[in-house]
């Protein structure tokens, strides 16, 4: 969690001087001396927030709470920083001794459930919500704080508690539409992938302009087949970000799964110019063997180092590339040459079968005439007795 919860109120003083002097106080080490008064120090700690300085927002809440006990808002910001910063059973045990002097707060509740989330008690964070709810009429701030504890869960990997606090959100006010990106990320963690589409489609009516949507919409569609759509989808966030290394290389996929593998081949090759990923140069070597590009699909395999995550698997291409070639063309020549062709080609396929199976379907795709083959159907029983 990196991202402030809420500020219970709107500082909005404007205290540079305020700012100079917490400045100077800390490079004289001297903070506790700062004199400010409750506003000019909550304008501090929205700058140092601002500037993403937590443990700095820590040390200065700490020190103004110290001050003005008596602030709500410099205890919820305090509190707030101690659960960002990893310190949740403290944010709940400070909130518990002042819980009788801000009794029905909904900012004391909220807290409460944002470090009960933190620290994985659910039922408990529901608990203090519904009492955050009890002391709320409904106000946009408070449906941002709701909608801040789902970004809480959706950090944790909790999907479904982060759409039941989503939920919730909307019944509180107009969502804004951003929110409809998370809305569809927890139904396509949820394995719900017609309604991420769904939430995905609200989010682009109102922003087309966002590529990584655009990328999350092609995935969600490929999932579901419709690769119409997921082309149209990733061919939109590659128009919005060229750079965009994730949409290429699932565009190619895409392609590859429709066997269209001239497309396949070009999308792979712009991903490998802006990311030489080794899954790209498998992508682009199993793209050229389709495409009987025999020397170029070498090359993408030869270039994967041993030793690295992905040597098996392109000893494996290279060992499906060799296979093809050793029958390519064997049927009519003399017998002799034909027997050596066939087991140079048997030990290549437990080549295969020892780096990397997927490779198989390439072969059989390639050498079709292996199924009515009777010297390779008896090979292939005698792998299953062994």
């Known amino acids: 969690m990196e991202s402030n919860f809420y500020s219970d109120k709107e500082n909005d003083g404007d205290f540079p001087q305020a700012f100079e002097d917490y400045l100077a106080a800390r490079l004289e080490g001297n903070l506790q001396g700062l004199n400010l008064s409750e506003e000019e120090f909550e304008y501090v700690l929205d700058r140092l927030v601002e500037e993403e300085l937590q443990e700095e927002v820590l040390e200065l809440s700490q020190i103004a709470f110290e001050k003005y006990p008596y602030s709500l808002h410099l205890l919820t910001r305090l509190c707030d920083t101690l659960v960002i910063t990893g310190n949740p059973q403290k944010a709940i045990e400070m909130l518990e001794s002042y819980s009788d002097s801000f009794n029905a707060s909904s900012a004391i509740y909220l807290l409460f459930s944002r470090a009960n989330i933190a620290q994985g008690q659910y039922n408990h964070a529901r608990d203090y919500f519904y009492k955050a709810l009890e002391c709320t009429d409904g106000e946009s701030d408070t449906m941002e704080s709701v909608c801040a504890l789902a970004q809480d869960c959706i950090d944790f990997g909790n999907h479904s508690e982060a759409l039941y606090y989503l939920t919730k959100a909307q019944k509180l006010g107009t969502l804004p539409y951003e929110y409809y990106n998370d809305i569809a990320f927890c139904h396509d963690r949820l394995d719900n992938p017609g309604m991420a589409e769904e939430y995905y489609n609200k989010y682009l009516d109102n922003n087309p302009f966002n ?62 110019a802006i990311d030489p990923d080794e899954l790209g ?35 494996a291409g290279l060992s499906s590339l060799d296979a093809i070639l050793c029958l390519n063309g064997a049927d009519g020549m003399e017998d002799s040459v034909q027997s050596r062709a066939q087991e140079r080609f048997k030990e290549l396929f437990m080549d295969i079968l020892n780096n990397g199976t997927a490779w198989l379907g390439v072969v059989y795709d390639m050498l079709p005439q292996l199924q009515h083959e009777e010297w390779f159907l008896q090979f292939l029983e005698s792998i299953k007795k062994q």
């Open 281 to 315: 140069r498998l992508g682009l070597g199993e793209s050229y063997i389709r495409l009987r590009r025999w020397e170029d699909a070498r090359i993408q395999f030869e270039s994967i180092l041993p030793g690295s995550d992905k040597a098996n698997e392109a000893r």
């Open 211 to 272: 590529d990584t949507v655009w990328f999350n919409m092609g995935t969600v569609a490929a999932r579901m087949h419709n690769f119409d759509k997921a082309i149209e989808a990733f061919e939109y966030s590659i128009a919005l970000n060229s750079g965009n290394a994730s949409s290429l290389y699932n565009l190619a996929v895409v392609y590859m799964n429709l066997q269209r593998y001239a497309n396949a081949a070009e999308v792979f090759e712009q991903f490998n």
